[in-house]
């Protein structure tokens, strides 16, 4: 049986929001069994847990907002994205401010600050959503599905296709979460330097630089490093996929695809797979069938789903 999992003490960041611009402090404490992920912000004392039913649809970023409409927290998905791939189950995320700081654009200040706090098991099983049957959404041409998977994790394919001569079509697939650190935590977020001074006049991209970003210019990237990866920009879509799946509220256990899709559609996939109850059902994670149907006659599994 595999157990649940808090972080075995506190850990604090700051930093600046990617779009905002403001400087905000994030810490990451200790939570109990059956607690989920919940953000908290400080400045409002307004609680909000992560969950996809209290997002806000935005096509740049994963924004969530409380149940009383008063509170956001936006660009979730990179810690998100760093806590689905180290297994973390239940946390407080304490935030004196609207927006996730950008860090260096990608997932590993989270993912090397989690190890580095270590992780320690807790007294509940740990639970998750599996697959049972395709789910599938749409925009015009980008497309994201979930289907089953005979295996007992969430593996992750991304395609992006951008006329664009660093960067063209590519596609990568993390097979598992257990690669996460090597292979998808440092991909950082992309952008075009042609569209910096519009997203600004929107009010977007304050915070953005080539410190926390990779910046294309006509048919160059424009970061003194260059890329971490030769296909970067699709591994950072992978990493926005992990993140925003995440928000299942428990892990998923099946195959994601997406073609071009991006925050909007993951959110849409969300909403349609909990729209179909015989699309998933609640598992207990490492448990054989017959653990399983026990877990059901005794209540073990969540009353919604048992």
């Not at 097979?175 to 977020?189: K, M, N, P, V």
């Given at each position: 049986?595999?157990?649940?999992?808090t972080?075995?003490k506190a850990?604090?960041f700051?930093g600046?929001?990617?779009h905002?611009?403001?400087?905000v402090?994030?810490?990451?404490?200790?939570?109990p069994?059956?607690?989920?992920?919940?953000f908290?912000?400080t400045?409002l004392?307004i609680?909000?847990?992560?969950h996809?039913?209290?997002?806000?649809?935005?096509?740049?970023?994963?924004?969530l907002?409380?149940l009383?409409?008063?509170?956001r927290?936006s660009t979730v998905?990179?810690?998100?994205s760093?806590?689905?791939?180290?297994?973390v189950?239940?946390?407080?995320?304490?935030?004196?401010?609207g927006?996730?700081p950008i860090?260096?654009?990608?997932a590993?200040?989270?993912?090397?600050?989690i190890?580095a706090a270590?992780l320690?098991?807790?007294a509940a099983?740990r639970?998750?959503?599996?697959?049972?049957?395709a789910?599938h959404?749409?925009?015009?041409d980008?497309t994201?599905?979930?289907?089953?998977?005979?295996?007992?994790?969430?593996s992750?394919?991304?395609r992006?296709?951008?006329?664009h001569?660093?960067i063209g079509?590519?596609?990568?697939t993390?097979?598992?979460?257990?690669?996460?650190?090597?292979?998808?935590?440092?991909?950082r977020?992309?952008?075009?330097?042609?569209?910096?001074?519009?997203l600004?006049?929107m009010?977007l991209?304050?915070g953005g630089?080539?410190d926390?970003?990779?910046?294309?210019?006509d048919?160059?990237?424009?970061?003194?490093?260059?890329?971490?990866y030769e296909?970067?920009?699709?591994r950072?879509k992978v990493?926005?996929a992990?993140?925003?799946l995440?928000?299942?509220?428990?892990?998923?256990?099946?195959?994601?695809?997406?073609y071009?899709?991006g925050?909007?559609?993951n959110?849409?996939?969300?909403?349609?797979?909990?729209?179909?109850p015989?699309?998933y059902?609640?598992?207990?994670c490492?448990?054989d069938?017959?653990?399983?149907?026990m877990?059901?006659?005794?209540g073990?599994l969540?009353?919604?789903?048992?």
């Amino acid at each position: 049986m595999k157990k649940q999992k808090t972080l075995a003490k506190a850990i604090s960041f700051s930093g600046v929001g990617l779009h905002t611009g403001d400087e905000v402090t994030l810490t990451l404490k200790p939570a109990p069994v059956n607690h989920g992920i919940v953000f908290h912000r400080t400045d409002l004392n307004i609680s909000i847990p992560a969950h996809h039913a209290l997002v806000e649809p935005s096509p740049l970023c994963t924004t969530l907002v409380s149940l009383c409409g008063r509170a956001r927290v936006s660009t979730v998905e990179h810690l998100m994205s760093a806590l689905a791939g180290c297994r973390v189950d239940n946390l407080v995320v304490e935030i004196n401010g609207g927006e996730m700081p950008i860090m260096d654009g990608s997932a590993a200040p989270f993912v090397q600050a989690i190890i580095a706090a270590g992780l320690i098991p807790q007294a509940a099983q740990r639970r998750a959503y599996r697959i049972l049957r395709a789910v599938h959404v749409h925009d015009g041409d980008k497309t994201a599905s979930l289907l089953p998977s005979i295996s007992p994790d969430l593996s992750i394919t991304c395609r992006i296709d951008f006329n664009h001569a660093a960067i063209g079509a590519q596609t990568f697939t993390l097979a598992s979460l257990d690669d996460f650190g090597d292979l998808i935590a440092r991909a950082r977020t992309f952008g075009f330097e042609k569209d910096i001074a519009t997203l600004r006049k929107m009010g977007l991209a304050k915070g953005g630089s080539l410190d926390n970003a990779i910046v294309f210019g006509d048919t160059r990237v424009l970061n003194p490093e260059g890329m971490r990866y030769e296909n970067e920009c699709v591994r950072h879509k992978v990493l926005d996929a992990v993140g925003d799946l995440y928000l299942a509220g428990l892990p998923l256990v099946g195959d994601f695809y997406g073609y071009c899709s991006g925050h909007f559609l993951n959110y849409r996939l969300l909403t349609e797979l909990f729209a179909t109850p015989d699309a998933y059902e609640e598992i207990l994670c490492g448990a054989d069938e017959l653990t399983m149907d026990m877990a059901r006659e005794t209540g073990d599994l969540h009353p919604l789903w048992a």
